[in-house]
């Protein structure tokens, strides 16, 4: 099993929390981004840099999931495609894309680029606050105790 993470909008303080799970649970950690990046120095944690463009860290880790592998993405597409593929998608604010959700997240998230192309102004998400680092930090740990149970 790996972590795979959609690192170009990862935030900071998400990253430190897989930092510390990687090297705790001892699981490969893959940072993928068109971006240097700076990692501390471990044997499971590796960057992996892509070129810059639309969609190519995203397609780079949909290429590279193998099933059962996490991925944590904000990233509604790649969540759906990564999924399809049998593995799982976590975002940074500690929700489970699931198949039984990830067609309902679609669906929003392509009304909101309607809607954002009629020229409504929708404004972003909510800056994340420690409420959500915490569901992350515990969605990601019930992951990992059932990884080491498998």
């Known amino acids: 099993m790996h972590i795979f993470v959609d690192a170009d ?12 799970a990687a090297e705790r649970v001892g699981v490969p950690l893959i940072l993928v981004a068109n971006k240097a ?6 044997r499971y944690i590796r960057a992996v840099r892509v070129p810059a463009g639309f969609d190519v860290a995203d397609n780079r880790i949909a290429e590279q ?12 597409p790649l969540a759906a495609a990564v999924i399809e593929r049998g593995a799982h998608a976590l975002n940074p604010r500690g929700e ?15 009304f909101m680029d309607q809607l954002r192309s009629s020229g409504v102004n929708t404004g972003g998400p909510p800056s994340l606050n420690h409420g959500d680092r915490l569901a992350f930090a515990n969605q990601l740990d019930r992951f990992l105790v059932g990884y080491g149970k498998g």
Not at 37 to 42: M, Q
Not at 65 to 76: K, R
């Open 96 to 110: 489970l894309y699931t198949a039984e959700n990830i067609r309902e997240r679609l669906n929003m998230r392509d």
């Open 65 to 76: 999931v193998q099933p059962g592998d996490l991925v944590v993405t904000a990233d509604i």
């Open 37 to 42: 990046l700076p990692i501390p120095r471990s």
């Open 9 to 20: 909008a990862c935030p900071n303080v998400i990253k430190d929390i897989l930092f510390r």
